[in-house]
Structure formats: C-alpha cells, structure tokens
C-alpha cells in the first residue's frame, strides 16, 4: 500500500525553527509538495517540489522562510521552516503526485499523509 507518513511538527514559540519530513512508500512519485489548513480555514498550498526536476514553487507566505527539499533514495521530502510566526500554526500534510502536474493545486496529488500539527505561540 502507499503511505504518506510526516514527522517533526510540534509546539514552538514565534521566531523557532522546524524541520518537517514526509516518508514515502509503496511507489514513487513525480511530485510532492506540503499543505496546511488551519482551524476554520481552507487548506492552502505550502511548498512543492518535483522529483525529477528539482522543480520548486513557494506560496507567498512560505517564501524566503521555509525551504522544501528530497531525498529522492530515501523517497523523502523536507519542509524546512524558519522565523516561524503564530499564522503559521495548522496541521501540515504531506502529498504525493503522480504526474507531477498542477503541483501547486490539491487536485495535482492524489495520495496524502495524515498530518503533523504544528502550533507557534506567539
């Protein structure tokens, strides 16, 4: 089976850094990318980067903080995050593309992960 499983979310105060990971398995993808959706909120695109290409796009919040990575052996996408603000508090999902097409839109992926909370307090 395909699995999606994150790692490294947790509680931090405004300023902090996390690192989080996202463990592929049962197939490869052309793309991942992270998502994240806040209580009472749509989720929205974070990151995303191609496998292949090394491709990478940034939603305008994430930009010049955050910084997304692969280990394409390990089948492993990071999400590196700095100046971390209270805004940026949501449970954060990892997501797997097929054909790496519309990497910036959840329709592009069709597998995720259950989810890694990340709260900044201010």
């Known amino acids: 089976q395909v699995q999606l499983v994150e790692s490294g979310g947790g509680l931090v105060q405004a300023g902090d850094s996390l690192r989080l990971s996202c463990a592929a398995s049962?197939?490869?993808?052309?793309?991942m990318g992270w998502f994240r959706q806040a209580p009472g909120r749509e989720r929205e695109f974070v990151a995303t980067?191609?496998?292949?290409?090394?491709?990478?796009y940034y939603s305008n919040s994430a930009k010049g903080r955050f910084s997304i990575s692969r280990d394409n052996a390990k089948s492993t996408v990071y999400l590196q995050m700095n100046s971390l603000k209270p805004e940026d508090t949501a449970v954060y999902y990892c997501?797997?593309?097929?054909?790496?097409?519309?990497?910036?839109?959840?329709?592009?992926?069709?597998?995720w992960g259950q989810g890694t909370q990340v709260t900044v307090s201010s």
């Open positions: 049962g197939r490869t993808f052309s793309s």
């Open positions: 997501a797997g593309g097929i054909l790496g097409l519309r990497m910036t839109m959840s329709s592009g992926y069709e597998y």
């Open positions: 980067i191609g496998w292949a290409t090394d491709s990478t």
